[in-house]
């Protein structure tokens, strides 16, 4: 596979991120590797994989119930470990979102002694084609707005954008409310973020990170049960009640690609960024 060079940022994000002090060489695009031994590149290669060999229709056990919107699956009768949970995903069909989808994206990063999972609504486009999270712009303003506050999220995989060396390591993880894409850059449906529910416990509890980022309004309401805006959540800490009894502390920021339309908040996202940081050391 030739390596492939990412689209250069939008002015409006390198007016944001020259607004935060981030200078142009930080964000310098190059050519990613074209091989990589690394977890990203093992997740993926298994993800494609377990996709390349899902029949049209998987049966159904006597006792096996399909799941829906209204009755997810439990988080017991999923798999146990992450790598075969990715390939649970790929054989998922609980909504219709499966139904367009290209590849599903389960998750990314560190998997042992877990700073922060970081949480956001939906793939977008470049998630689908890779089945890897924050693979788009959104993504690439996800490594600046970190490396701004001086941490690198290494385990993002985002090898398309350079950082200064030096940066502190910060051990996250990464992914979605919903596995699939929903078309047309919408949100996910009630009952699309039902049907992926379960797959999203077993995740938070297979990770056991210390804190999660919440990226937006969605998560939010489906994780902290709140319909409150992120400007009134943000700069707060939250908790999440897991179905398994643990409370794990959490924080609220909008998720970058917002940030791309709503440029007001730029300020504001900056002092989330200092605030993850203070809760992290």
Known sequence: MKPTVSKPLSPVAL????EIGITPDLLAHHRPSAARDNSP???L?????AAA???DARPVAQDDVAPTSSTPTPVAELPDNLQALQEHAAACQACALHEQRH???LGIGETQD????VIGEAPGKDDDRNGLPLQGEA??????????VGRHPQSLGRQDVAVPPGLQPLRMYFANLVKCRPLGNRGPQPEEIAACQSMLMQQIRLVSPRKLLLLGEPVARALLGTDARVE??????HTFRAPWGDAISAMVTWHPAALLLRPQNKPLAWEDMRYLLSLTD
């Not at 877990?114 to 999972?117: A, E, I, N, R, S």
């Not at 009134?232 to 800490?237: D, M, P, W």
């Open 103 to 105: 590849l599903p994206v």
């Open 15 to 18: 007016a944001w991120l020259a």
């Open 53 to 55: 060999h899902v029949p």
């Open 139 to 148: 993504g690439a303003l996800m490594v600046a707005m970190l490396a701004a």
């Open 232 to 237: 009134a959540l943000r700069q707060k800490a």
């Open 45 to 49: 290669k298994a993800l494609r994989q």
């Open 41 to 43: 590149a093992a997740a």
């Open 114 to 117: 877990v700073d922060w999972m």
